[in-house]
């Protein structure tokens, strides 16, 4: 019963944009400003979930949080291999093969970028950015 008082607390915070994030767990929190997956890609041996995700703070001045999110098939746990704040850039993703994701970014001069991994556990991560 309390995590569901702490959710209903963090979604009244966020939306008026004075939420102290320290107070909340990165889940609840991830959950709270979750505004859902763009494109979801699995890889050709079925192992690797790769998404692009965008997100919002909740204030009406803030930007998306737009990325590209990986996690293991049996593993909830996405881990963000690149991503950035969204001013109009276009993100999509493809497998070349089960260990090679190639990222597209068209517009990425409209990204302010704040992760760019190059490897996540066996995938190797290849960028082609306009």
């Not at 309390?2 to 609840?28: E, F, G």
């Not at 803030?62 to 909830?76: K, V, W």
Request: glycine share 8%; proline share 2%.
């Amino acid at each position: 019963m309390s995590s569901i008082k702490i959710l209903r607390q963090s979604t009244v915070d966020v939306h008026n944009s004075h939420v102290n994030h320290a107070r909340y767990s990165p889940l609840i929190w991830g959950r709270v400003t979750s505004k859902g997956v763009r494109e979801r890609s699995i890889s050709p041996d079925h192992g690797t979930i790769a998404e692009v995700a965008r997100t919002e703070g909740g204030g009406a001045t803030e930007a998306y949080f737009i990325g590209i999110q990986l996690r293991s098939r049996l593993n909830p746990f996405k881990h963000v291999v690149f991503g950035g704040l969204d001013y109009g850039a276009t993100i999509r993703i493809s497998w070349v093969d089960s260990m090679n994701l190639i990222v597209t970014c068209e517009r990425c001069e409209n990204l302010d970028q704040k992760v760019k991994e190059q490897q996540w556990k066996t995938v190797s991560i290849h960028y082609n950015v306009d």
